[in-house]
């Protein structure tokens, strides 16, 4: 068998996905998600430039061998662009091999080690009052874990506050030039304490509770954050700093027993090794697309299941709905799951790609039709063209340019 045609198909449904679909000589298609969101038109470029041409004629049920060739054959290695491009072509290739043998991936990869995979929803809101709304209305939903996230007094806007109430998805990707947002690591630092002892005041102590600080933080700032927050029992707390410097995560766990999760930007098991060989985090939240797929995602969280640390994927709305059915067969089959991020995309993008993949009770179950249960309708897809879009740039209040 080999495969005998693959292309990507750029969309955008409400928001851009990037999407690679493989054909093979015998008519089996296998698709994969290559979305990086504001950087979309990269990975589309990488994909048509220099992965395409070495696909065709390839025997897709190399899986291994493909992915090793990608990633060593680059010679460049790692990076999102790389990394996404990879992704996207091993996701297909599961689908196919899923498809062949007539089984939904997470049989192939071991079966079922649970009955559903744990969930958690992004409750948000300008102020602590419409976010404890928010909260109610997930825990009406059935969920059993919800972030939160609020606006801070003083500043204008912040990370996660939606403008559309009543939303279950939203995009910080808002315009084509990068729109700019101010921080005050001071005005947030004693805000955030009385959200959770809101939270926790209304809402008792059965829900589980998280909190994504969007790597705005230093570790001794991180530390003190997480020690007032001990009371409320989180579940974790995301992102604190960036993690480029992985040894700066000791500093914060030698002050608080708040659990930590980290990894929503890593691509590769080299971003995340000393945190999760040195047990510096809680949570690793890699996921499908960014990090190379599921072959490589399986071995992150192989490597984080030797050392406590427990999987918590990425699922913001900018990963499309076949990153989604790809992480449920991971999650559903892994030793060491933890939780997986849930946000709902729009009916729109739910049309452009019909999944079988289905939300009851808090869980979230993957397709058992065979292969990963998701495709995507291109004449639909044709529809939605391209539109640039880029996330914000955030600076403090004297004009420093901070993280995001
Ligand atoms: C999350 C993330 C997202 C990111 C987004 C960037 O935890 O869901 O932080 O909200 O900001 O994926 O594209
Ligand atoms: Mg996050």
Redesign the pocket.
């Given at each position: 068998m080999k495969i005998a045609d693959a292309k990507v198909i750029v969309t955008c449904p409400g928001r851009n996905f990037v999407t690679l679909k493989i054909v093979t000589d015998e008519g089996i298609s296998g698709v994969g998600d290559a979305t990086l969101?504001?950087r979309e038109l990269a990975v589309a470029a990488y994909l048509n430039d220099h992965v395409i041409p070495v696909l065709l004629g390839r025997d897709p049920t190399r899986i291994e061998d493909t992915w090793q060739y990608l990633y060593r054959g680059a010679y460049w290695r790692r990076g999102p662009v790389t990394m996404s491009a990879i992704a996207a072509v091993d996701t297909a290739l599961w689908d196919i091999k899923g498809k062949l043998a007539g089984l939904p991936v997470y049989q192939l990869l071991g079966g079922r080690a649970r009955d559903g995979v744990t969930v958690y929803g992004?409750a948000n809101g300008e102020t602590v009052d419409e976010a404890m709304a928010e909260v109610a209305r997930y825990v009406e939903l059935g969920y059993r874990a919800v972030?939160v996230q609020t606006g801070v007094p003083g500043l204008a806007t912040t990370?996660?506050v939606t403008r559309e109430r009543g939303a279950l998805a939203y995009e910080?990707?808002d315009s084509a030039i990068p729109s700019e947002s101010v921080w005050s690591t001071r005005r947030y630092l004693a805000h955030v304490p009385t959200v959770f002892a809101s939270a926790r005041a209304e809402f008792g102590p059965d829900i589980q509770l998280l909190h994504?600080v969007?790597h705005r933080l230093t570790p001794i700032e991180a530390a003190r954050l997480g020690r007032e927050l001990e009371p409320y029992g989180l579940t974790w707390l995301?992102?604190p700093v960036p993690a480029e410097l992985q040894e700066g995560f000791r500093l914060i766990r030698q002050h608080t027993t708040t659990p930590l999760a980290v990894g929503?930007v890593f691509n590769t098991i080299w971003d995340c090794h000393q945190l999760i060989t040195e047990q510096l985090i809680d949570y690793i939240?890699t996921t499908v697309v960014h990090a190379g797929g599921i072959t490589h995602l399986r071995r992150i969280f192989d490597l984080a299941s030797l050392y406590h640390v427990r999987s918590g994927s990425?699922?913001?709305?900018?990963?499309s709905p076949v990153c989604m059915a790809a992480a449920l067969h991971v999650d559903i089959a892994i030793p060491n799951f933890g939780l997986q991020?849930y946000?709902r995309h729009t009916p729109e993008t739910d049309a452009v790609f019909p999944h079988g993949y289905r939300f009851a009770d808090g869980y979230l179950y993957p397709s058992d039709e065979p292969g990963l249960g998701v495709d995507i309708d291109e004449e639909l897809a044709a529809l939605y063209p391209y539109r640039p879009a880029s996330?914000p740039v955030n600076r403090l209040e004297d004009g420093t340019v901070h993280n995001w």
């Open positions: 969101n504001g992004h972030r990370y996660g910080p990707a994504d969007h995301e992102d929503e939240r990425h699922g913001a709305t900018d990963l991020e946000m996330l």
